[in-house]
């Protein structure tokens, strides 16, 4: 079993924001896999399935983003999981619209979000799908409130569909695998 989590901040206000592309893309696996994501759990929504024969938690915490870990370390003891058994889906200011990044374990690198489910685990060992918002130009927090504009929401849609292949790999092959395959992903339409 995996639980794969989404972070972001809930509330329309939030929708299509840099931060809340965690939520997205749980939102395109859900669709892509037939889960419904409606019931309220775990500090949470959530909705059960399967993807490749395999039993998933899809969670989009609504603990908003600084305190995440709280909703997941909830999930993770209710159904006994490993640390392993857990991916979370972000945003990275360090990579530019259009590509992505797999890790295995790191550190917080700022994101509060992070920091809380580290905090929380008590380890910086967990798969993570880190998801390019670009730098800011201006202050960090009107950056990552922002919203993308239309240009962005057509390099994302590729993205998030590479992200949802990264939770395919993580939970056929290993992460191992999936860094091997994603990793060097870069949307086709951006120089």
């Known amino acids: 079993m995996f639980l794969i989590v989404g972070l972001g901040n809930p509330g329309k206000e939030y929708d299509n924001t840099r931060h809340n592309i965690g939520f997205e893309t749980v939102d395109y696996i859900a669709d892509k896999y037939n889960i419904d994501i409606n019931r309220k759990k775990f500090k949470g929504i959530c909705g059960e399935g399967l993807i490749n024969n395999t039993k998933v938690i899809l969670l989009k915490p609504s603990t908003y983003m600084n305190l995440s870990g709280e909703s997941i370390v909830e999930a993770m003891n209710f159904y006994k999981l490993k640390n392993e ?7 990275d200011i360090s990579l530019e619209v259009g590509r992505l990044r797999i890790r295995e374990k790191g550190s917080a690198g700022g ?6 489910i580290i905090g929380n685990l008590a380890s910086d060992v ?22 993308f504009n239309k240009e962005e929401m057509e390099i994302l849609k590729e993205v998030i569909e590479a992200a949802s292949i990264g ?17 060097g992903f870069k949307a086709s339409n951006i120089e």
């Open 167 to 183: 939770v395919e790999t993580i939970i056929k092959d290993g992460t191992k695998e999936a860094m091997n395959k994603l990793n």
């Open 85 to 91: 058994e857990l991916i979370i889906i972000y945003d």
């Open 126 to 147: 967990f798969p993570r799908i880190k998801i390019g918002v670009g730098q800011p130009k201006g202050e960090l927090v009107s950056h990552v409130l922002g919203k």
């Open 111 to 116: 994101h509060n979000g992070i920091k809380s």
